[in-house]
């Protein structure tokens, strides 16, 4: 009798690359369950890992992970104290004296710094470390000018790479530390400094200084001040030094700082800002000469950088290796003059492609760019108010074979149904999808979907095409019939696939006041293997009166089966938080509008950013939001974007199978002094423990 063949015969080489395959956690959580066999193969192929747990607790620390080189501390609890304090732990030296015997092989760390002294005691355990990212949310403590790095460039003498992303310290603090220690900063190929809670960026003398002195850097991101009425605004001279001190960039990121606010722009606006930025033709085409090895460019300015057109055409020669490209309040893209190809539309090698608010790119522009970036995974396009549904329908068409992640967002003429409308050639195939919910009528004059399908002309002509395979042209002509073939040959029955099969992730945008309704109306009503969904609302309820109906509409994503992760985001909702004027609402209600019906989604894991008020800088959710979220029976893991009452979170001590709760302060200011009333380092640890003590069966 043959014996069954099954997966133990398989020697450990060959299993441990398939445990190395596994990026999600609890199916390696499951693997190690096996047999003792799997057991020690998961754990000696798990690379990277986060903590969360309570500081103090130094039996918690996991000892079977040695073989660990990428380890986040950043989440550890209570989040936002300091982890190496007398208030934490009784011997910070013990702590990190654990840590170290736990993970003896980390080589990047990831560590909320609060102050210096965390990194003075943790720094030391890892002599090779090659990348540190530092996180912090609250006010830079009252230190000389640097201070905060100095233990980092004193301790990692072979740092690499450092990311500040998420770190709040002022400009000036960088340049002079990077200057003493010439030896690691000439060692520097990685340095982030797109820091989201900047009010101004980095200036041109800032930007000088940091690329002469790390002149190995092959990746930068930095946020920059291009606004020329601010003294020492990024332009010409400081695109020109960072060519000269760092030729070797594969990856270049400049960000105007208040363009990372991630706030949505007005529709309304003609694309054009009351001042240029100063930034030439000429030093573009300096700046692609100059990095010849670029393989992702951002450019994000806020301010007008006029016919770029002519420029953007060396992107293809100067720069062969670029894959990714974004460009904010560029204009003049794209010319379109009759079939020709030109502007941006011959970087036939990217796969990724932004475009934000560029004023004049219309519909040919648009389909220019299909033809011309054939390879296109990814494309986005925001603010972009004369491009309408014909011309995004043509550019789906287009790139239907390679499409599968795309963003549109405060397009004029593209709400939510028209979006959608025009992502029919792709929609099967669609794997990201980002939409504004503007739930204004498509077409105004009553015309059936057929003739708004096919009475579209744009370009009945013959033109070039750049074959995929060969990179050689051939003639094709386009037309109306080619359209309509297309969509006939589509699945066989004259329409597009009216399912998005392939759809996992789901963003939307939506106004404070507008409902979900209509959600399933536009054309999302068929989302079977959508996993994840995020919900932005935005705008200042204090000019709203109550509202017509008792609830937001999240009932309406009971339509998407395997939905089980969700991100809703309050965080830019304006509110009143205690009384507000008669006829209004204050923040409970809106919290119980917004949150009514989550309790019959079947959620694994919910973050959620409660609304805010100005007037109080607080974030917090109210008594009647922690009573919905106690409803989430299914809820494994919770993290609230803000602070809360200690005995508001003692109520969701009764979700049943939640296993990982947090409050993480993770916007800029975060409180420095919690507030009697709310949750403080002992009402976070009690919460912990008392989450802890709970059976969940598994």
Known sequence: MAVATTINVLPDAILS??????????????????????????????????????????????????????????????????????SSTSDPLLLAHRLRQAFPLVASLTVYSRSPSTLEVLLPQWPGLSHVKLVRWHQRPQLPVGADFVPLFEQCKLLTSLDLS?????????????????????????????TVSFREGFKTNEIQEITAACPNLSKLLVACMFDPLNIGFVGDEALLAIVKNCPKLSLLHLVHALSMANTRGDPESDGFTSED????????????????????????????????????????TKCPNLKLLKLGQFHGLCLAVESQLDGVALCEGLNSLSIKNSADLTD????????????????????????????????????????????????KNLDAKSSCKALEPVRDRIQRLHIDCVWSELDESGSSSDEFAYNFDLFCYTFDVLEEDTRTKKKCKYSVEDNKKAELNSNGNGFWCKTWKSLKYLSLWIEVGDLLDPLPTVGLDDCPNLEEIRIKVEGDCRGHYKTRKQAFGLDNLLLYPRLSKMQLDCSDTIVYTLTAPPGQMDMSSWERYFLNSIEILTLNELQYWP??????????????AAALLKQCLALRKLFIHGTAHEHFMMYLRDIRKLRDAQLRNDY?????HDMSTEMRLDSCSRFEEALNMKLVND
């Open 17 to 86: 690359d398939i445990c190395a395959s596994i990026d999600d956690t609890r199916s390696r959580n499951s693997i190690s369950l096996v047999n003792r066999r799997f057991y020690l193969l998961e754990r000696a192929t798990r690379t990277s890992i986060t903590l969360r747990g309570n500081a103090r607790h130094l039996f918690m620390i996991p000892t079977c992970f040695r073989s660990v080189t990428d380890l986040d501390l950043s989440l550890l609890s209570p989040w936002g104290h300091p982890l190496c304090s007398s």
């Open 166 to 194: 998420n770190f709040y310290y002022w400009t000036e603090d960088l340049p002079p530390v990077l200057r003493a220690y010439p030896k690691i900063s000439a060692n520097l190929t990685h340095l982030n400094l797109l």
């Open 277 to 316: 930025a100063r930034i030439s033709r000429e030093t573009l085409i300096e700046l692609f000469s100059g990095l010849p090895l670029l393989e992702e460019l951002v450019l994000d300015v806020c301010k007008n950088v006029r016919n770029c057109a002519i420029a953007l055409e060396l992107l293809i």
């Open 364 to 411: 040919m522009g648009l389909i220019a760019i299909g033809r011309g970036c054939c390879r296109l995974s990814k494309f986005e396009v925001e603010g972009c108010k004369n491009i309408t549904v014909q011309g995004m329908r043509t550019v789906a068409c287009l790139l239907r074979k390679t499409l599968v992640d795309v963003k549109i967002s405060y397009c």
């Open 611 to 624: 609304p805010q008020d100005n007037d109080a800088i607080r974030r917090s959710p109210s008594f009647l």
């Open 668 to 672: 800029y200011p975060a409180p420095d």
